[in-house]
């Protein structure tokens, strides 16, 4: 990518010498994420260029730097959004690397997975259990981590009613991943054809968003609310949705500011909180339960020489759920 919105070309870079702590992984199969697409048309304000985009990565290590001690050459990996941090602030101290106010992202100021190879940190290549599909897991990287994480550090367990809104490339895995908490989980969608697959994927309930006399019955219901969607909603009557001491999440983000009455969260002492994607160790535990409970993303296949191609069909939604380049 050369340019803000330019299409993808072939380029060819020297990466330089394999730095001590640095794998390269050869590439196999890569994600397309919504993120990508922010970065290629720099909608964040801080993309450079020249640069390829890419960071839900599955591939085969085949170099090991000097100092690594944990991967060995074969092995296959993953690697998500981040590809280094600092190692030595608090946040990486106590295992929570991805707030590293010095993390670095996989394809930011750096090159990513759309590619024959990358290079990372060795801390942040994760080991991909043998039960999962290097397809199938590599979404899991991203858009995975990103919904497992807040179902972990919010609680949820056995007991928990739980609600997920938006089921896209995001919901369609924490419907998946909320299940396999074990809570009775909901799914919110203005799409009313989503509704078997829904169901199929782990849904108690189904939702329909546009009628608006949907959320006025479950109002009290939820003790989490993930809302994985990039549009405006009526946040009010989801805050309402939730039980006393329950949580709206954000995980997607909507244009426009959030605007709720404060009494309806210091009544019931309810919270609106966010959450990015997740640590290595949260890495690595979320790929162990997906094996164990077949979490896996829904993917559509594109070879990598067609990025372009997925990109257009991302930006437009007509992905069921994930996009996926292979090499």
Not at 74 to 83: D, I, L, P, T
Request: glycine share 12%.
């Amino acid at each position: 990518m050369h340019a803000a919105g330019a299409q993808l070309v072939p380029y060819k870079y020297d990466p330089g010498d394999l730095k001590a702590n640095e794998l390269e992984v050869r590439i196999s199969h890569c994600g397309v994420c919504r993120s990508d697409i922010h970065l290629i048309d720099n909608d964040w304000g801080f993309s450079r260029y020249p640069f390829i985009p890419g960071h839900e990565i599955v591939g085969t290590v085949t170099a090991v730097g000097r100092g690594v001690r944990d991967r060995t050459a074969g092995e296959r990996v993953g690697v998500g959004w981040q590809a280094d941090s600092c190692g030595i602030c608090e946040w990486c101290r106590q295992g929570d690397e991805h707030l590293c106010a010095s993390s670095r992202p996989t394809c930011v100021g750096r090159n990513g997975g759309y590619a024959g190879s990358v290079r990372v940190n060795s801390r942040f290549a994760i080991p991909v259990p043998e039960a999962l599909e290097s397809e199938n897991v590599a979404p899991l990287l991203c858009a995975g981590i990103t919904v497992y994480s807040p179902l972990r550090n919010h609680g949820v367990r056995p007991a928990s009613r739980v609600g997920v809104i938006g089921i896209g490339g995001l919901g369609h895995l924490g419907l998946q991943f909320a299940k396999a908490f074990g809570a009775e989980v909901t799914a919110f969608s203005t799409s009313k054809d989503k509704e078997a697959e829904a169901l199929k994927m782990g849904a108690d309930h189904f939702v329909n968003t546009r009628d608006t006399g949907a959320l006025k019955k479950i109002a009290g219901s939820f003790d989490l609310l993930l809302s994985t969607v990039s549009a405006d909603q009526d946040w009010q009557a989801y805050v309402n949705s939730l039980r006393p001491k329950g949580t709206l999440c954000m995980v997607g983000v909507p244009p426009s500011p959030i605007a709720v009455q404060a009494f309806s969260l210091v009544g019931q002492q309810r919270s609106i909180s966010g959450s990015p994607t997740g640590s290595p160790r949260d890495l690595h535990e979320m790929l162990g339960v997906a094996a164990r409970h077949g979490v896996k993303a829904i993917t559509q296949r594109f070879p990598m020489a067609k990025a372009n191609e997925a990109l257009v069909k991302v930006k437009k939604n007509q992905v069921r759920y994930r996009a996926v380049l292979t090499n």
